[in-house]
């Protein structure tokens, strides 16, 4: 009886066990089926815009005076007056003297020549009166004809009006002696190296002093062959436009305007290089900061307006000519285009790539044409605008 109850308590959990495993696999949880999904690369990109662009040419040069005269003593003599602004720096008016040289022998040269002048003009006065006597007298004495020409006296009379025009161009000359003697400031100018002091003997072409204009200035900027065909043209087709001459002191940069008036007219067989001449109009620039010869600028010249450009990141390219685009089914092609200019971080293309492509940002260094990938826009923000690419 005990054996059959037990029996009965066996069965009784073994079948219990297994109704609760049954109610275990019924009210199991479902677990959630999912697709496998495919691991694509993460790409950003930029849609391309296409429009009018200019963009800055950069060059380098060093500022100098349009005009630099070096002043030479034009008659001997010791100097006698200098003036107190006959200095390396001093800023002189035209006409301003400069150095007085000994007017001595110079001022008694043109008291001769002046005497010369008038014993001139009166042995004139004298032939002119004999001339007149020797036809009264031939007249008188009743010969028909004119006197001869020796009889009439003209051979004097040349002579003597000869001898009034030489006494008459040694004045002159004696004059400008005696005016070569004071040395002037060709123009408005500044000093830059004087030669001479007070006491010193100068002959003919000694140098006395070194002076440049005040103003315009120029700078000679070098630009390679293929920029200069950026740069706006005459109707003459010379290159001409605006430059903004850069200079950094005192960890501030100063800037000037400036126009390009001219080139050198031929090309730098070594460099491939042509030379602009920008003129700095205004020495002191709105910060009143003035400009002087021998500083070393840097420019930046703007290009004429270029049509069908596109601005591109540098950082889109796989190499010098190579962008990677995003086809419109999200896969990877490569595009050569044509690179008419690069400026710092950005590259101007002029062809090879349509408006609203997508171009790659990302660097991937297993990219393949056709690979798929997962194309994301470019978070750029404030650099936007400066790039001239749209998401």
């Not at 889109?316 to 008419?340: M, W």
Request: proline share 5%; net charge negative.
């Amino acid at each position: 009886m005990k054996r059959f109850i037990r029996v009965i308590i066996g069965a009784g959990i073994f079948l219990g066990a297994i109704a609760f495993t049954i109610i275990l696999w019924i009210t199991r949880p479902e677990a959630a089926q999912t697709e496998d999904k495919e691991n694509l690369p993460a790409v950003e990109f930029l849609t391309v815009d296409i429009g009018t662009e200019t963009f800055e040419l950069t060059s380098q040069g060093i500022v100098e005076a349009d005009r630099r005269t070096r002043l030479s003593a034009e008659v001997a003599g010791k100097v006698i007056e200098v003036s107190p602004s006959f200095e390396s720096g001093e800023q002189l008016e035209e006409g301003d003297v400069l150095i007085r040289i000994d007017p001595t022998d110079y001022e008694a040269a043109v008291a001769q020549a002046a005497s010369a002048v008038a014993d001139a003009e009166a042995n004139l006065a004298s032939e002119e009166a004999r001339a007149e006597q020797a036809l009264r007298d031939w007249k008188k004495l009743g010969r028909s004809g004119d006197p001869t020409p020796l009889l009439a006296r003209k051979p004097q009379l040349k002579s003597a009006r000869a001898r009034i025009e030489s006494s008459v161009a040694a004045l002159a000359k004696a004059q400008n002696d005696l005016d070569r003697s004071t040395i002037r400031a060709p123009y408005d100018c500044v000093i830059s190296i004087t030669s001479t002091e007070l006491g010193s003997y100068l002959t003919p072409g000694a140098s006395v002093a070194e002076v440049y204009a005040v103003s315009p200035f120029e700078v000679r900027l070098p630009v390679s062959v293929d920029e200069a065909a950026f740069l706006p043209g005459s109707l003459q087709g010379k290159p001409k436009g605006t430059a903004e001459v850069r200079a950094e002191a005192a960890g501030q940069v100063r800037r000037w305007h400036a126009e390009i008036v001219r080139t050198e007219g031929e090309i730098d067989r070594n460099t491939r290089s042509l030379y602009l001449i920008a003129e700095i109009g205004e020495a002191i620039n709105n910060e009143g900061i003035e400009i002087r010869p021998g500083l070393y600028v840097d420019a930046a010249i703007q290009s004429r307006s270029l049509p069908d450009v596109a601005k591109i990141p540098f950082r889109a390219f796989r190499n010098l000519h190579e962008v990677v685009v995003i086809t419109e089914d999200d896969r990877i092609d490569f595009r050569e285009v044509s690179v008419l200019h690069r400026e710092g971080d950005l590259v101007y293309v002029s062809g090879g790539i349509e408006k609203g492509e997508r171009i790659s940002l990302t660097e991937l260094p297993d990219f393949i044409v056709g690979m798929k990938v997962d194309p994301r826009p470019a978070v750029i923000a404030a650099k936007q605008d400066s790039t001239g690419i749209s998401e």
